[in-house]
């Protein structure tokens, strides 16, 4: 469809929806949308031309300023003809994953989001199509496709998410209450429906993760999200994977759920029919496993790998020294330094030196191995000691940016540990 022509001394400018043609008597050119955006009307001096890359196509001989700017307009138009196509389909296909997941009530995974988002078209395209004069051109869908682009995906997702997630928690009370044998909560039923492609709860021994393995499974199964058969229970060791297989079977058989080909293997069962599947010998497990030197077989490896990899080196390092000798039990974790010059006990640093508590230690063991300069409870630049208090003295200083750090330790409560003295807190 003609969405306009111009015509002056020996030349004819026609734009369509798809394409701009230019008519001279040496000949046409034909410029589709898909370039248009490199199609531009410019002034110089007395004389305007149709510039194609910054090459002159035409000298437009004969337009008034008045038809300039109506060109100028509809190339511009055209030009963000294949934008408005890219965000159309992609909202469409937006559109349609979110409707299939309210349908189908199954939960958007992060993978599924992360494809969605690397498909999107760039941004400001609705401003664009403001400033060339196009929204009485579009329809009411490609303007809504063009605004889409600058929703926020994440939090629609999330919304979108949380939508299944009361639905599900509803619909399927019955489920949750009977799958295993104790009603499971809103937290580990929270827990199953969050059917992303990774999931990791963070519970004590004996809350209930094993119930939400079971009904994990049942649920993906009784959904159609998954057959039995796709369906593998990692556990530490025989007897729980055993205990798992056991647990998995006559629960889903109660609840009239078929688990057949469902497997509850231990880690090294897994591991070793992979490796028979794959090379047709199923190995055996190394002879230092059942040994006594095993850990000193794991050092070994550890360190022809920090010898191999500095980056390894590292991470172990890091790990080895610092995160592995955290305690569970802070209260339980006593002072282990002492100093004779102020006479007094502390946690001792990699560096040295005393500090007041075990996260303090941590802290600057952490920022010893990574090479980071600090100061420890440097004297604040600014005074501000009064007759009852005595000059700020924060926990670290970061001379090489000149920043300062007070480690306060706040639980999620919003309160500091109770070993704290209200005294450390002053």
Not at 129 to 138: D, K, Q, T
Not at 315 to 337: I, M
Request: glycine share 8%.
């Amino acid at each position: 469809m003609i969405t306009g022509e111009w015509s002056g001394t020996g030349w004819t400018v026609t734009v369509t929806d798809t394409e701009m043609a230019l008519t001279q008597p040496s000949g046409s050119r034909i410029i589709p949308s898909t370039d248009a955006g490199r199609l531009e009307v410019l002034r110089r001096w007395f004389r305007r031309r149709l510039h194609y890359g910054g090459q002159a196509l035409v000298d437009l001989r004969g337009i008034t300023k008045t038809e300039a700017a109506g060109l100028s307009q509809a190339l511009r138009r055209l030009g963000l003809t294949p934008a408005i196509a890219d965000a159309v389909g992609w909202y469409t296909a937006a559109a349609q994953l979110l409707a299939a997941a309210r349908t189908e009530q199954r939960w958007i995974s992060t993978e599924t989001v992360g494809a969605l988002a690397a498909t999107r078209p760039g941004p400001g395209l609705l401003d664009q199509v403001r400033a060339a004069g196009y929204e009485r051109f579009l329809t009411a869908g490609q303007l809504e496709a063009a605004g889409f682009l600058e929703a926020q995906l994440d939090s629609v997702i999330a919304d979108t998410n949380e939508q299944i997630m009361v639905s599900e928690l509803s619909s399927r009370r019955t489920f949750f209450d009977t799958i295993e044998k104790t009603p499971l909560n809103d937290e580990q039923a929270r827990a199953v429906v969050c059917f992303d492609n990774r999931v990791q709860v963070l519970a004590a021994a004996g809350s209930g993760k094993t119930s939400v393995m079971v009904a994990r499974a049942a649920y993906a199964v009784s959904r159609g999200f998954v057959t039995p058969g796709r369906i593998l229970l990692l556990a530490f060791n025989k007897d729980a994977a055993t205990e798992l297989q056991e647990r998995v079977a006559s629960r889903c058989a109660a609840a009239g759920i078929d688990s057949s080909g469902l497997r509850a293997q231990t880690f090294h069962s897994f591991g070793l029919d992979v490796i028979g599947r794959a090379t047709g010998k199923k190995p055996r497990l190394a002879r230092w496993l059942d040994q006594r030197d095993g850990m000193g077989m794991v050092l070994s490896i550890g360190d022809e790998l920090r010898d191999a990899s500095e980056s390894f080196r590292h991470n172990w390092d890091l790990y080895r020294l610092l995160f592995a000798n955290a305690p569970a039990d802070l209260a339980e974790n006593e002072p282990g330094g002492y100093s004779d010059a102020p006479h007094q006990t502390g946690y001792r640093t990699f560096a040295g030196e005393l500090v007041k508590s075990h996260g303090e230690q941590l802290i600057a063991n952490f920022l010893y191995l990574n090479g980071v300069d600090y100061v420890y409870e440097r004297p604040y630049d600014v005074d501000v000691s009064d007759s009852t208090h005595s000059q700020y003295r924060p926990d670290f200083y970061y001379p090489a940016i000149d920043v300062w750090h007070e480690h306060w330790a706040l639980g999620r409560d919003g309160k500091p540990p109770p070993e704290f003295a209200c005294s450390a807190m002053a």
